[in-house]
């Protein structure tokens, strides 16, 4: 029982360049999340999905897009990377469809746009 | 929307004694939830407790107890007994019930000493 995995851990790009972060939870959650963790900061809410087949957006979902390919898998796209979207980014999922204060989170994806 | 505020960017303790860290939050929901998360330098986070703004009595996990005042709009941390694997980043995180979000504060940095 992996939990939430994430992939790649670390990743380089240049300004322009697109790329697909990865997640992965093998707990059958219904909602999964993409959270950015800025330098001294928490966390802030990039995109969710309560279940198959729904996307919302968070707090900061410019420059991202999502796909919630099955139950298990939630993929955040940077379409063109900008140096702003620098950051380590972090895979969650919980149980319900609804509200869970409960969220189990991946190791995180730490991001470098040059 | 909730705003979470968390005014200590760092702390220090003594291996054994207890230590209280800050959080103040703001909404005007009716249902919501208040958290902590651990986030060791591994990078991790971690859950470590919960408190729902119905519930009557302060929350406890453990060495872990939060001191809930919803009159001062206050979610505060109890550690006891610090231990030196304690030291790490914590954020206090709310969570309105009607969305599918948490709203992180900026976090505590929390140094145990020997």
């Known amino acids: 029982n992996a939990g939430v995995t994430q992939t790649p851990k670390f990743q380089v790009l240049k300004t322009g360049q697109s790329m697909t972060l990865q997640c992965a939870q093998d707990?059958?959650?219904?909602?999964m999340y993409w959270y950015r963790q800025d330098p001294g900061m928490g966390l802030r809410l990039i995109y969710y999905?309560?279940?198959?087949?729904?996307?919302d957006k968070g707090e900061v979902p410019n420059g991202y897009n999502v796909s919630r390919l099955n139950k298990r898998e939630f993929s955040l796209r940077l379409e063109s990377a900008a140096p702003s979207q620098t950051s380590v980014y972090f895979c969650?999922?919980?149980?319900?469809?609804?509200?869970?204060?409960?969220?189990?989170f991946g190791p995180g994806t730490r991001l470098t746009v040059t | 929307a909730q705003k979470i505020t968390q005014t200590q960017p760092g702390m220090f303790v003594q291996e054994k004694e207890a230590v209280t860290l800050d959080c103040t939050y703001d909404t005007s929901d009716q249902s919501y939830g208040l958290f902590w998360y651990k986030q060791p330098s591994s990078g991790e986070m971690i859950f470590l407790i919960y408190?729902?703004?119905?519930?009557?009595q302060n929350a406890t996990e453990g060495r872990y107890s939060l001191n809930f005042q919803k009159a001062r709009k206050s979610a505060n941390l109890v550690i006891s007994a610090s231990q030196l694997g304690d030291s790490a980043m914590y954020f206090c995180v709310g969570g309105d019930t009607g969305r599918r979000a948490l709203t992180f504060g900026s976090g505590t940095r929390l140094q145990v000493q020997p």
């Open positions: 969650a999922s919980s149980p319900g469809v609804y509200f869970s204060y409960e969220q189990y």
């Open positions: 408190q729902g703004s119905y519930d009557e």
């Open positions: 707990m059958n959650h219904n909602s």
């Open positions: 999905s309560a279940s198959e087949g729904t996307t």
